[in-house]
């Protein structure tokens, strides 16, 4: 099979209404390359915008093809780089279960990391049995519309909590900068779309499935995990573990129970703990139950909107075909002069602003698209990095390992008290000078939940609120219009990462307590849907690994 990069076909000669279209040309350019029709396309591996130059936007095209004729066309094109060799890599579960009887694996968490690991472990035919703290994403979407519209917020069904994890109410971003030799990125997509996922995921550059698709994909997921012989326990809270005779005791509450709550534990003797980056109570627990943990960086920042026409215009121009692209993203970095990183996060194209709470009285914020990332605003975070130093700075060195979590619940109520219980909204201008704004001027805030104008200074450290402002304006040097002073904050963001690492060993068990396999992001080993479900993957691999070594 032959791999060709750097097709570029210009973006007016795209039908978007006409899908052969694109086929078409492709089909014409690929003659020409290899000099020959006999040839069939595989696929088209990635798909990109090159908009270097803005008065003439094209698309660019990896593909792969299969000929009777790959030897000939490679001499043809022997000095021609975009032109090579390549092989098919199907990802194979590399781990054969060995005998009957053996203990189901308990998998805390059903979003990316613990699904994908049950449905690797159903497939060898582990019968893993999976507890969520929250409802099934179709209950679930039920209490977090309720809480937009004023409702209380339910502390175990949330942005955050439930079927697929606080990436179901996210923008389904699938890219990612973690290296795979192994092809499970590429199993990963495969599974997605399997599921529903819209097709395109498999090549576009930077792919995204959108939120109103996650839902149906989580629960066809959920169903095949079922179907195999796997379980998963909704409103099934972890509270616990004990080791116990040479295996894992797994203690759990019944949330639906009504007073009469009820307790149910597991025997097992593999605990995968893919727990989210928000389960405070969990870190507790394990905490006090001694499972090594350590502090570990994450960031805290705002959320920025813009016009959609706004990025688009820079980043696209106003040539001929713009009007066809996808919505605009971008991705920011910047040094602040007091030594910060500062950066864009989860930029959501075309999308809302949403109210990602988890609990009373904090105030945080995500972003969040549909798959056609056609709302007026694009917004993303601008965060600014925080360590165990400013942890402790802060007052928080007694708290140990959940130094991070206490900083975290500081800030998240300093933003609740400034917004009243809504989320505290300021205009960019206002921000600079500390002033709470009295209106919107031609961006109009795009939320999901309550909100008010207040003083986003007084909701974060001095020396973040410095650094973003620096970043900001430095961005607006290279993306125009980023800077507009009539630019909407809110705020805060602070869910951008763990802020504990579970550590484990390369064998992907706890350090100190066998049978325990920390897992995903929560745990600290990822950061974003994909990468979280590679690690379920990975961790799936490990723990068939493990158990068969005790039948």
Known sequence: MLRINQIKIPVTAIDNDDKSSEKKILAEKLERIVGTKDYKLEGIVKKSIDARKKENLSYSYSVEISSQHENQIL??????????????????????KTGDGIRSPIIVGAGPAGYFCGLYLARAGYNPIILERGKCVNEREQDVLGFWQGGAINPESNVSFGEGGAGTFSDGKLNTGIKDKEGRIQAVVKDFICYGAPSDIAYVS????GTDYLKGVMQSMRNDIISMGGSVLFETRFEGYEEWEGHIRVNAKCLNKGEGKEYISFDTDALVLAIGHSARDTFHALNAAKLYMEPKAFAVGLRIEHLRTTINHAQYGDS????????????????????????????CPGGFVVNASSGEEQSVVNGMSNHSRDEANSNSAIVVNVTPEDFDSEGFADCGVLAGVEFQRKYEALAYREGKGSIPVQLLGDYKVGKISSGFGRIKFNIKGSYTFGNLNNCLPAF????????????????????DHEAVLSGIETRTSSPVRLVRGENFMSINVSGIFPCGEGAGYAGGITSAA?????????????????I
Do not use: W
């Open 534 to 550: 590679v690690d379920g993957i990975k961790v799936a691999e490990a723990v068939a690994e493990y158990i068969n070594s005790l």
């Open 464 to 483: 973040v609120n410095n650094a973003i402002i620096e970043g900001i304006d430095y961005y607006g040097k290279r993306l125009q219009g980023f800077n």
């Open 320 to 347: 001929d075909g713009a009007e066809k692209l996808p919505a605009a993203d971008y991705k920011m970095t910047f040094r602040s002069s007091g030594g910060r990183s500062v950066y864009s996060f989860c930029m």
């Open 206 to 209: 930077k792919p995204h499935i």
């Open 75 to 96: 001499s043809k094109n022997r000095n021609n780089n975009n032109i090579m060799s390549t092989a098919k890599q199907e990802y194979a579960f590399p781990v054969k």
